[in-house]
């Protein structure tokens, strides 16, 4: 008997955010989801940096206590982390292209983003992931 694949995610940075700052939405239910091991998170070092600056942001730092955040990203050295991404993606935001990237490099089924002005939902593929919302991803987990 063969053993299961868990779901393989990316996650764009503004899900780990919004779960920290709504623990009812579905970014936190998401993110509750991933700690019980119900998929396989894919993350890089870009994307750990990244959080660690946007949680000192003063719009979030007023809201955002520093030991859920540190707690939030040591559990991030627990997903799978991937740092050698392939080029060549581009997306309607620059600073969003790493995630099409990544969602390629880890081979993921999902990129969940809750960022509409992006551009990422419009694509809807990369690679082997679906592109979907939050609310969407949430619906698959059920």
Known sequence: MGTTRLMRVVLDSNIFLSALLSPHAP?????????????????????????????????????????????????????????????????????DSWLLALADAGRADYLVTGDKRSGLLALRRVATASIVTAAKFCETLE
């Open 27 to 95: 970014p936190h239910r998401i993110y509750v989801a991933w700690r019980q091991r119900r998929f396989e998170l894919v993350t890089s070092t870009i994307q750990i940096d990244e959080l660690r600056r946007a949680s000192r942001y003063p719009k979030f730092r007023e809201i955002l206590q520093p030991h859920t955040v540190g707690h939030m990203l040591n559990n991030l050295l627990r997903a799978t982390i991937i740092d050698r991404l392939p080029g060549g993606y581009e997306a309607a935001d620059p600073n």
